[in-house]
């Protein structure tokens, strides 16, 4: 089971996965799940609805909340931020990646959130405090980045996931290959715990 939620948040995250594979990511909420779990429909963010396909291999990873706390020396993160002050970013949500996904899209890379906004998966070298948030430096294979964290981030981590955490109502990401029909064969899933809204 956790060799397949690594190999599942691994293609997800993965910017390597991103650049070879042409992917449709679907960011929204679960309207309707099939009698069999064999597809469900979303709500897309944009307002669309889609049909998404389930397959044996489609992977599940839920979504769980963490706080600041949770911030360790040494952690792998990953911090979706947009450009703050000088050379420095602002963190727009946080990762805790599980100790054995370290190393999991290691680098900084633009990011589809919001415009002009950045990935950085690295390790957590120092945190600074100040009055107008933590200060976070994340070093990775040939580089490191300054990063504000503002003290409304959200901040989550990762657990296995199953087919019982598909509910209507529950906020999703999909992520899979777009058909001629519009549907979108999913080849991973995240969802979030007890209503948490996955902030990626």
């Known amino acids: 089971m956790l060799r397949m939620y690594v190999a599942a948040f691994a293609a997800l995250v993965s910017a390597s996965a991103w650049a070879q594979t042409p992917v449709t990511v679907i960011r929204g909420v679960i309207t309707a799940v099939s009698s069999d779990g064999a597809s469900l429909t979303?709500?897309?963010?944009?307002?669309?609805?889609?049909n998404v396909h389930l397959a044996a291999a489609t992977r599940l990873v839920?979504?769980?909340?963490?706080s600041a706390a949770d911030l360790k020396p040494n952690a792998f993160?990953?911090?979706?931020?947009?450009?703050?002050?000088?050379?420095?970013?602002?963190?727009?949500e946080v990762h805790i990646f599980p100790e054995s996904m370290r190393?999991?899209?290691e680098g900084f890379r633009p990011f589809d959130l919001a415009p002009k906004s950045s990935m950085t998966n690295g390790a957590l070298n120092t945190r600074v405090g100040g009055v107008d948030g933590d200060t976070l430096t994340v070093s990775y294979k040939g580089g490191t980045q300054t990063i504000r964290l503002p003290a409304d981030a959200p901040i989550v981590s990762f657990a296995p996931g199953d087919k019982a955490d598909l509910k209507v109502g529950a906020a999703a990401i999909a992520r899979g290959t777009k058909g001629d029909d519009g549907a979108v064969a999913a080849s991973a899933v995240l969802v979030g715990k007890d209503g948490l809204v996955p902030p990626m």
């Open 77 to 92: 993160i990953g911090i979706a931020a947009v450009p703050d002050t000088g050379d420095r970013l602002k963190a727009l």
């Open 42 to 50: 979303m709500k897309s963010r944009a307002g669309d609805t889609v």
């Open 103 to 105: 190393g999991t899209g």
């Open 62 to 66: 839920e979504v769980v909340p963490a």
